[in-house]
């Protein structure tokens, strides 16, 4: 998106990790986003030396782009110990609506944060950045990447530098999180095809003289669209479009047209006043088709990009970033073969292809323009409205509740799936998923975890009701790589040593 705005010097002063520049074991994360901040946090958190390049300057801009932080971001910043401070930074959000007829309930969500969060990118930006500085990452910012090469044994990445200076970068692997004109991606010869969905979309960052009843709605007829959502400080992000008002990006933007917009999509425009930001942009629809390409991988927007509605972009990319970074750590530190790294592929690659279908879907929706089409429209609502089931299996796509991984052949009904919190005797899981462990649940006592203390805890369920006797080894990002039905220790510590590498001792 387009904006012009005042940045917000952070000043962070890292201390990188020793051997930050060894290239046999080393990470260099190209993009200071939401995801690449993740990623290189998660990382440097595990012993990991990381690089970060970003080619912007030592700021995080106060304007906002996304800005809707769902469940499943959540839960995973839960693990990390950052889940508090966002809530405590943003609003919260039980329910929306979309087309005035279709409400999407979270409160029944299966999780701890059965709501959405709203907080401006910014400040989750701020959030991340300060765990990156604190856990090592080395961050190279007016740093811009001119190229990147690759060998059997490293990746090398050139960049100038602030002065212009040309240098070369060298790690293990590298991961581009560099937005939609990824320079990552085109450095590795990989497309992007997909299209322009919508043009000339209106953004604003407004004050309302006559706010809306619910503090987040979409709201359409056969011409325009609306939406509106609050940040909680008296400022109201306004997404709209007008058909057949198609202008230039680079044309400037008044509040007297994202007024119109909003009036004919809405039948008023909410006494809009004291806008922060106005900007242009449009929306688009592509993906790669491969997020790796021998030791350099893609995540977040330079892997797939897809319309606002429903406010997935950024958090697919954390999501992303969450699944890689506890790949890679495993496979850095010689706990497992390089072949683990495509199962990040096979996971995630379907997850933006599904975000890209269920967010297009709504704004295609919003843009139905023909009498039959706009009493489809309202008959689908309606129903969706009406029918729980259909209703709550939207929530749990939008909200990344609902995701799951394909299972190998005869693996137990859980693997791959996502765990929600549960109580242990030592804590909460997602407390005991914090430093990129796993989390082996189970009945059985540990006798023996010599050279896993920092890779495995083992726990017990404090509830002893159904499902108690099910032993489950829960991934670092908090999905079932393992689960059993009252196994013998045997078999539990078997498949703890397929997959930490190492053998842990349970008592008999």
Known sequence: ??????????????????????????????????????????????????????????????????????????????????????????????????????????????????????????????ILERRAVAAGVRFRYETEVTGVSQDADGVTVEVRGPDGAAEALRAAYV??????????????????????????????????????????????????????????????????????????????????????????????????HDARWLSRFHSDERQAPSYRVGRVFLAGDAAHVHTPAGGQGMNIGMQDAANLSWKLTAVLQGHADDSLLDTYQAERHPVG??????????????????PWTLAMRSALTTAINTINPIRRKLA?????????????????????????????ESGRLYEALRGGRFVLVTPHECADKTGLEDRLTVERRTDRGRGSRTTVLVRPDGYVAWAADTPDPATVEAAVEAHLGERIALAR
Request: aromatic fraction near 6%.
């Open 1 to 126: 998106m387009n904006g012009t705005g005042i940045g917000i010097d952070t000043d962070p002063t890292p201390t990188p990790h020793p051997g930050a520049d060894h290239p046999t074991r080393s990470v260099i994360v190209v993009g200071c986003g939401p995801t690449g901040l993740l990623m290189a946090g998660d990382l440097a958190a595990t012993g990991v030396p990381v690089t970060l390049v970003e080619k912007r300057t030592r700021k995080i801009s106060n304007l906002s782009r996304a800005f809707v932080v769902h469940a499943r971001t959540l839960e995973l910043l839960d693990a990390r110990g950052l889940a508090d401070e966002v809530e405590d930074f943003g609003t919260r959000l039980s329910r929306f609506n979309l087309f005035t007829r279709l409400t999407i309930e979270l409160d029944s969500l299966p999780s701890r944060y059965n709501h959405l969060v709203v907080l401006p990118q910014y400040e989750m930006e701020r």
């Open 353 to 370: 292809t599904a975000a890209k279908r269920s967010s297009g879907a709504i704004v295609r929706l919003a843009m139905v323009k023909y």
């Open 175 to 272: 991961v581009g999180a560099d937005g939609m004109r990824s320079t990552v991606r085109g450095a590795v010869g990989l497309p992007f095809p997909g299209r322009s969905v919508i043009r000339s979309v209106l953004l604003a960052d407004v004050r309302l003289a006559e706010p809306p009843e619910d503090l987040l709605s979409v709201h359409a007829v056969g011409d325009a669209f609306a939406f509106l959502a609050s940040f909680g400080d008296g400022y109201y992000r306004v997404v709209a479009w007008q058909r057949g008002h198609d202008i230039a990006e680079s044309e400037p933007l008044d509040l007297a047209e994202v007024k119109e917009a909003t009036r004919l999509a809405a039948g008023h425009d909410f006494g809009m």
């Open 396 to 424: 749990l796509q939008i909200t990344g509740i609902g995701v799951r991984y394909a299972a190998p052949n005869g693996a137990h009904r859980l693997t791959g799936s996502r765990v929600a919190d549960v109580d242990l």
